[in-house]
């Protein structure tokens, strides 16, 4: 039996819709609009691709965008004077740091200094802290995977008592849905480069998170029958018939693997969609703690 296909697509589109209503609401009863402001360092080609991403959400959900982008040679002085000027500005709900950040910037320094109110990428150390706290709340999650939880719950898993497996150990990802999975009473296995039959481990998963970074490494005969899989994995690999000479592909054989899971993401179109979501969620989130209507 083919698995039931997660539409991040969708899903993202009531997501957004939700805000784009709060955004209006906010506008019309507080004069407020939830304001985005993206920090972008250097000119990666993807990372200019991810925030004009960003930026135009942001602006077609009724929200107030800005923006810098800042040269890779940039001082972490001069960075971080631009990050607290966006910190002290009431227009500004939430700051984004686009990662990566150029070698010779501290990023731990740099993500400290958004202030932990406006930090709606999650990464604040002391957020992170707070996530992976027992009877903890941080005031924002990670979007990608908060964004993967929201997909696990559109297809009706269960994720108390499941057996989740999580491939891969980031900071931006793996840890993060980890500790999510967890607080929701899921039975969690880390999975990195250095686990031993690793096979047998994914093949225990009732829930599935792939975020490994490898094009079509999870193949069939690792997955459980009717497990939720969640392909986080996002890889370039040839294909002549594409104009570009490429096409992206998950962490997943998704052809094959569909035909043994219960439910599977799609890359393009699964969790993609939903990393942009849940930031355009929190940054009206914060909005709304500004006008005392959330805690």
Not at 212 to 222: L, M, Q, S, T
Request: aromatic share 4%; glycine share 8%.
């Amino acid at each position: 039996m083919t698995a039931q296909l997660i539409d991040g697509k969708a899903v993202a589109a009531s997501v957004q819709q939700k805000v784009k209503e709060e955004a209006a609401l906010l506008k019309a009863k507080y004069n407020v609009v939830p304001g985005l402001a993206t920090v972008l360092v250097g000119d990666n080609p993807a990372s200019k691709a991810y925030v004009g991403s960003k930026q135009k959400m942001t602006q077609e959900l009724g929200m107030y965008s800005v923006g810098a982008h800042l040269p890779a040679d940039i001082s972490q002085d001069e960075l971080l004077k631009v990050i607290r000027g966006y910190g002290a500005d009431p227009q500004v709900h939430g700051i984004l740091i686009q990662l990566p950040l150029p070698a010779h910037l501290d990023q731990e320094t740099v993500l400290s200094a958004v202030p932990l109110e406006k930090d709606v990428d999650g990464f604040h150390p002391i957020n992170v802290g707070r996530l992976a706290m027992k009877n903890r709340e941080p005031l924002f999650v990670p979007c990608t995977p908060s964004g993967c939880i929201v997909l696990i719950d559109s297809v009706g898993t269960k994720i108390e008592g499941a057996r989740a497996v999580i491939l891969g150990r980031s900071n931006i990802v793996g840890l993060p849905a980890a500790f999510l999975l967890l607080h929701r009473n899921a039975t969690i296995t880390i999975c990195h480069s250095r686990t031993q039959n690793l096979p047998d481990v994914v093949r225990q998963a009732d829930i599935l998170v792939a975020a490994i970074g490898k094009a079509h490494f999870v193949k069939a005969d690792w997955i459980k029958p009717g497990a939720t899989v969640i392909d986080v994995g996002i890889n370039a690999i040839p294909d002549a018939t594409k104009k570009s000479g490429q096409r992206l592909v998950g962490d997943v054989d998704f052809e094959n693997v569909k035909e043994v899971a219960g439910a599977i993401t799609p890359v393009p179109g699964g969790v993609g969609p939903m990393t942009i979501a849940m930031l355009m969620q929190n940054t009206c989130t914060s909005a709304k703690r500004a006008v005392g209507l959330s805690k």
